[in-house]
DNA sequence: GCCGTTTTCGGCCCGACTGTTTTCAGTCG
């Protein structure tokens, strides 16, 4: 049983309790419990067998203990049975419904015996729901627009997708009248690897015309909320944006709120209250005298708690505030700190670019060196080397670099890594390579103890310098493959191998938590960008700030190190 | 149910917008 596993229970009991009418602080420790376990990054499991102490993790208390025994032995526990026994399961999914939360939900089961999405989308086209208390015959319309969305949109999109349309809309919305700042917040700003919408914090007079620019944009294909200060539109890409509209006086602590996350700012406002004061999305004041105390500027409000300013891209509640407090945040790694791209493919495998192109690209960049990798033979769709065309290819590097100047281009490979563990090219192909990168690309779906010795083996036994994409997600589209990372870094560190975070916008691979798993557990990090073609080398900035996610600083990426250090580093 | 910079009980983050309501509940972020 995974921590997120369990997590997915914690949450589905805060949400049947939700519905039932309990105690919303009692429904909060559930949510608030949920969301720390699936933070956490020893396996529960194993600490439940160790009888580890469990209350170690933050808001899990004597209750928590008992019901994650429970869960790690049955699978289930007694009040998620009782829940269960109260609540359908067609009714909890009616929450997923924009608009719909526990009281409603509630209603209708109630009131109507609906458990489905599709019985209150049949019983709403019959004019039924508009007799229901507090509800009437614009909710009912609001209602089917909603369920319409859900089916259509299901939930979170790509981070690029998300950056691209907030830099967009934040773009148009620059120059219009009245508009002294803005700057997108939430996951966007956190660099989230999925997001869910976009948020749009503007600093100007309340009677610019922001509101009219915004709502009246050529992407909006639905206004969901208009107010003076707030508006909430449905993109044509199926995306929510808000937009915000403040005082200068107020940017920072409504930048601040809106960037979140939730976690985070509920850590930092209980902080505050601590101390007497009151954070809100307007300002810091002190609650006794209403005296304000900032707001203009983020510093302003990490200052009145205490702690210095937080990097947008650590704010999750995983420990950023007590190392905040401790003045041990990390000096995060910059994309001005890349010296170099460890991975990329050509023409010779699946490219469309020639060496040559690739690295002229690079160079615009300010790279200092690039390592050429294409695929191994055993990728047959991408026209993957074999032996003696890799040592074409590597004369052909040569060749490259003796015309261009500026530039290292080095000579490398992504060598497959097939099902028992062995490498898709003989070692002595390989050792005309300077770097070796390996990864799995097919018969994902072994059990995680193959899957675990497959890597292990793969990369203790041969000349592999990075692992590639070690977990092979696609986000949104396929799961990670089953293995032990754990047991993958304790390997990886005593032969000298690197992980890789895959800056491709669909990887992100290691993710942020596991790269920060990575590094605790003593490994460099690689930032590649994978690119297939020329201007895909400018995905890096992905790739950077995943890292910074993980808390990484300079000297924990390899490609972050000037040349003659990096191939110091790589010597095994 | 959890937790402690007013500590073992009594709190628990804060405000905007909508749609239904004559003063507010529900939802969302």
Redesign the pocket.
Known sequence: MTNNQIAALFEEMADLLEIVGE?P??V???R??ARSIADWTRSIEEMVEEEADL?E?????????E?IREIVASGTCE?LDEARAKVPVGVREL?R???????????FHKELGIESIDALEAAAKAGKL?DL??????????LLR?IANARKGEGRFLLSVGMEQAERLVEALRGVEGVRRIEPA?SVRRWRDTV??I?IIVAGDANSPVMDAFTGHEDVAE??????????VRLRSGL?A?L?LVEEASFGAALA??T?S?AH??AI??R?????L?????AVEE?ESGRRAGGAKEEEIFASV?LPWIPPELRENRGEIEAA?AKKLPRLIDLDDIRGDLQMHTKASDGRNTIEEMAEKAKTLGYEYILITDHSKAVRVAKGLDEERLLDHCRAIDRANDRLDGIRILKGVEVDILPDGSLDLRDDALAACDVVVASVHFRFSMPEEEMTDRIARAISGHRVHILGHPTGRLILQREPYAVDLARIFAVARDSGVAMEINAHPERLDLRDVDARAAKEAGLRLAISTDAHAREQLDLMRFGVHTARRAWLEKKDVLNAMPFDAFRKALRK
């Not at 993790?57 to 203990?65: E, F, H, T």
């Not at 206004?223 to 909430?232: D, E, L």
């Open positions: 105690n602080f009692r909060r420790s559930f608030n419990a209350t993790i933050p808001g899990v208390g004597k209750g928590g203990v019901r009040t929450l419904i924009e608009g719909v939360g526990p009281k409603k939900a509630a209603l508009r208390a507090g509800m009437g015959e614009k909710s009912e319309e609001k909603a939430g869910g919408d948020d206004v969901i909320a208009r107010g003076p200060t707030k508006s909430s929510q808000d915000r709120y809106f979140g939730k700012n509920i406002r209980e505050a209250h601590a101390r007497g009151k954070v809100s999305e307007y609650v205490g407090e």
